[in-house]
Nanobody
Framework: DVQLQASGGGLVQAGGSLRLSCAVS????????IAWFRQTPGKKREGVSC????????YYSDSAKGRFTSSRDNAKNTMFLQMNGLKREDTAVYYC????????????????????WGQGTQVTVSS
């Protein structure tokens, strides 16, 4: 079974930092696309950052660019999201996801491409 275990969420003041982690097991992590998404009530899951494969550079959404840093440790099957300069609008449940690209049309930025998800971790930014 593929399992993703996210951790690191919490309550932080605006301008503060948090580091999310996601431990992945049950698939060949180094070949996998991985991503962070977030979701607030009533809204569609929004992409934050992704890697298309184990050697790719990360992609960032406009809202994450310049503040968030995404990384992966292929030796430890773990992915990270360092979030700095947090804003109230970053408040959401954050999900890690992993997938195995099937072809060149596989889009790592789309949440519906991913088969495997972590349980979500709440990030709350207070003013």
């Amino acid at each position: 079974d593929v399992q993703l275990q996210a951790s690191g969420g919490g309550l932080v003041q605006a301008g503060g930092s948090l580091r999310l982690s996601c431990a992945v097991s049950g698939l060949t992590f180094g070949n996998s696309a991985i991503a962070w998404f977030r979701q607030t009530p009533g809204k569609k899951r929004e992409g934050v950052s992704c890697f298309s494969d184990g050697n790719a550079l990360p992609y960032y959404s406009d809202s994450a660019k310049g503040r968030f840093t995404s990384s992966r440790d292929n030796a430890k099957n773990t992915m990270f999201l360092q979030m700095n300069g947090l804003k109230r609008e970053d408040t959401a449940v954050y999900y890690c996801a992993a997938g195995e690209p099937m072809n060149n049309n596989w889009n790592p930025r789309r949440y519906d491409e991913y088969d495997h998800w972590g349980q979500g971790t709440q990030v709350t930014v207070s003013s």
